[in-house]
């Protein structure tokens, strides 16, 4: 599993929460060693999506924002039906899928507009 989705899964583990969770019960319910997924919850919390309190976390309170997801999965739905129709630009090398391609290089452009729109 890639870093990526192990992260994935320890933010959905959060959020389905819908209460501050321990680093042992998400462990748990992922089936996964605590140390491999205290490894993770420093990226996590490092980058805003986690806060920790004590020895519990919790998303950050915009992540259940009922409005919030909807707005955004209608926005990936409109993002990613303009990629289906680029077939000719996206060029897939080294055994890479255009789903991966796509994956990436959609992280790469929230990589690169969020820190531009951020206040301080």
């Known amino acids: 599993m890639k ?7 320890i933010l959905k583990v959060i959020i389905d929460a819908k209460k501050p969770i321990s680093l042992s019960a998400i462990a748990k319910k992922l089936k996964l060693p605590a140390q ?22 919790f998303c950050q309170p ?21 990629f289906s129709e680029c077939d000719g630009s996206i060029v897939v090398v080294n055994g890479q899928s255009k789903d991966d391609v796509i994956l990436n290089t959609l ?14």
């Open 3 to 9: 870093n990526s989705d192990t992260r994935f899964k």
């Open 36 to 57: 491999n997924v205290d490894y993770h919850m420093v990226f996590l919390c490092e980058s805003g999506l986690i806060i920790r309190d004590g020895n519990e976390y």
């Open 107 to 120: 992280y790469a452009l929230i990589n690169l507009v969020l820190p531009s729109t951020t206040h301080d």
């Open 62 to 82: 915009i992540l259940v924002n009922v409005e919030l997801q909807s707005f955004c999965a209608e926005k990936m739905a409109e993002i990613i039906a303009e």
